[in-house]
Antibody, heavy 115, light 105 residues
Framework: QVQLKESGPGLVQPSQTLSLTCTVSGLSLTSNSVSWIRQPPGKGLEWMGVIWSNGGTDYNSAIKSRLSISRDTSKSQVFLKMNSLQTEDTAMYFC?????????WGQGVMVTVSS | EIVLTQSPTTMTASPGEKVTITCRASSSVSYMHWYQQKPGASPKPWIYETSKLASGVPDRFSGSGSGTSYSLTINNMEAEDAATYYCQQWNYPFTFGSGTKLEIK
């Protein structure tokens, strides 16, 4: 069965870089696309970006300058790196498979930006 | 970027009541998807491509719409339907509505 699981630090200091990993099982990254989506506490969902099955990437224009998504197909992992973190980046971060819609989601990882 | 406006923001429904949640897009979109999220859980796909029910979704749910106006309807509200529902348009770049919190009376 398809599973996605996010991992990463729970606490990041302001101005630092966030690094998250999404480990997938039950699917191949060379034929599937994966997105990152975040949700600040008590708020709605924000699509961050996608790495397509061909390895190409697209990002939300609002955070494009700070965001990078990459992958290691041999390890079935997708990576998110976002720099210059601020308190407003505090959120639950989800990875999700994209196939015409987001049909499989990870459990999410909570990231708090605080000194 | 297409902006999605959901209404109402919050609502309360009694068991057995019919519920309709609306999602309006700032420009025409081909399809709308809907997700259900309960507290502390990840969003679940609920209705995709406007009207198709995701696996396991009760048939009291339905979706409809076209162009800039879409809706999710629940016939005969049940307690387990209490959740927050988000619409998401399928055009790139992807965007979500701000959510509708549905509570049970």
């Amino acid at each position: 069965q398809v599973q996605l699981k996010e991992s990463g630090p729970g606490l990041v200091q302001p101005s630092q870089t966030l690094s998250l990993t999404c480990t997938v099982s039950g699917l191949s990254l060379t034929s599937n696309s994966v997105s990152w989506i975040r949700q600040p506490p008590g708020k709605g969902l924000e699509w961050m970006g996608v790495i397509w099955s061909n390895g190409g990437t697209d990002y939300n224009s609002a955070i494009k300058s700070r965001l990078s998504i990459s992958r290691d197909t041999s390890k079935s992992q997708v990576f998110l790196k976002m720099n210059s973190l601020q308190t407003e980046d505090t959120a639950m971060y989800f990875c999700a498979r994209y196939w015409r819609y987001f049909d499989y989601w990870g459990q999410g990882v909570m990231v708090t930006v605080s000194s | 970027e297409i902006v999605l406006t959901q209404s109402p923001t919050t609502m309360t429904a009694s068991p057995g009541e019919k519920v309709t949640i609306t999602c309006r897009a700032s420009s025409s979109v081909s399809y709308m998807h809907w997700y259900q999220q309960k507290p502390g859980a990840s969003p679940k796909p609920w209705i995709y491509e406007t009207s198709k029910l995701a696996s396991g979704v009760p048939d009291r749910f339905s979706g409809s719409g076209s162009g800039t106006s879409y809706s999710l309807t629940i016939n005969n509200m049940e307690a387990e339907d209490a959740a927050t529902y988000y619409c998401q348009q399928w055009n790139y770049p992807f965007t979500f509505g701000s959510g509708t919190k549905l509570e049970i009376k």
